[in-house]
């Protein structure tokens, strides 16, 4: 499957998950397909038999609020039965809105508290280190996240302890619950913050998938013994007009069945 007729799929099949409770994190949903659909098509070393295998790639969706997007993608890749997805957040589900490894077959940390990802994926990939293991932790944080301190600390840490199979992705959407990330705080010049603290960076198109892909091979091509950033302009709703000129409003909102209806005949 092409990247682009995946990461439609992811989009369609997360708009579905939501509609199932009527509501969700849509515009923070819709703006990571991208480099979900790149990550599971060319770069996560994963097997949907086998979950919890030891030498696997491992995903930290930091900004956990996003699940319906990652839920899409496992179930798309074969994870666990796509009528599953009809189950968001429903009592006894394996599905909660915010990602929780103890529920979710492909899910590799809990997420929610927003700021701990990238803390730890450093334990993830120090562990893996321990073990002789060279697999990748990839992170996707938020740029509203990035307002949260433990982020620094994390940095701090990868970039101290050379953490080279750590790839963090900053969605950087500019928005964030409360409107315009730059109004409430700025977190601008994310890529030289990261630098300082001992990342190698660069700054792409994040609905690019060539762009994605290309950059992912950079970071593990890469011969500095340091770990990587990948900050990814983005669009908050992505993919769906109504939903992209709901701006900042698109954070968490309603998904009626005439917005599914609306959507999908979209997402083609
Ligand atoms: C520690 C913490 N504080 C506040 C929240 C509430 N919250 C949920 S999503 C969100 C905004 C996050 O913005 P961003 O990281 O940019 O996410 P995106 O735009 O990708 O949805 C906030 C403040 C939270 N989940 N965790
Ligand atoms: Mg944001």
């Given at each position: 499957m092409t990247y682009e007729k995946f990461a439609t799929q992811i989009r369609r099949e997360a708009l579905r998950c939501m509609n199932s409770q009527?509501?969700?994190?849509?515009g923070g949903s819709l703006s990571i397909a991208d480099v979900l659909a790149v990550l599971y098509t060319s770069h996560m070393k994963v097997d949907p038999q086998n979950p919890?295998?030891?030498d696997r790639d491992q995903l930290v969706?930091?900004?956990?609020?996003?699940?319906p997007a990652l839920y899409a993608t496992l179930a798309l890749k074969g994870f666990?039965?796509?009528?599953?997805?009809?189950?968001?957040?429903?009592?006894?589900?394996?599905?909660?809105s915010h990602v929780n490894l103890n529920l979710?077959?492909?899910?590799d940390m809990t997420a929610?508290?927003?700021?701990q990802g990238l803390s730890c994926a450093c334990g993830l990939a120090l562990a893996q280190k321990a073990q002789g293991l060279d697999n990748y932790v990839y992170v996707i944080t938020g740029d509203g996240e990035l307002q949260e301190g433990q982020n620094w600390e994390g940095a701090m840490f990868a970039g101290a302890k050379k953490l080279d199979h750590v790839i963090v992705f900053v969605?950087?959407?500019?928005?964030q619950i409360d409107g315009y990330t730059n109004n409430v705080m700025p977190v601008e010049n994310i890529a030289k913050k990261f630098e300082a603290f001992g990342f190698v960076t660069t700054c792409i198109n994040g609905h690019d998938h060539e762009a994605i892909n290309n950059a992912i091979n950079w970071a593990k091509q890469d011969t500095t013994v340091a770990p990587h950033c990948i900050v990814l302009d983005t669009i908050k709703g992505k993919g769906v007009s109504f939903y992209e000129q709901l701006g900042p409003s698109n954070h968490s909102t309603t998904v009626t069945d005439e917005q599914l209806a609306k959507a999908l005949a979209e997402l083609q």
């Open positions: 009527g509501s969700g994190h849509v919890k295998m030891p969706l930091s900004k956990g609020h996003a699940g666990f039965p796509m009528d599953w997805l009809d189950t968001l957040n429903k009592l006894g589900t394996k599905l909660p979710t077959p492909g899910v929610g508290s927003l700021g969605d950087n959407n500019k928005m």
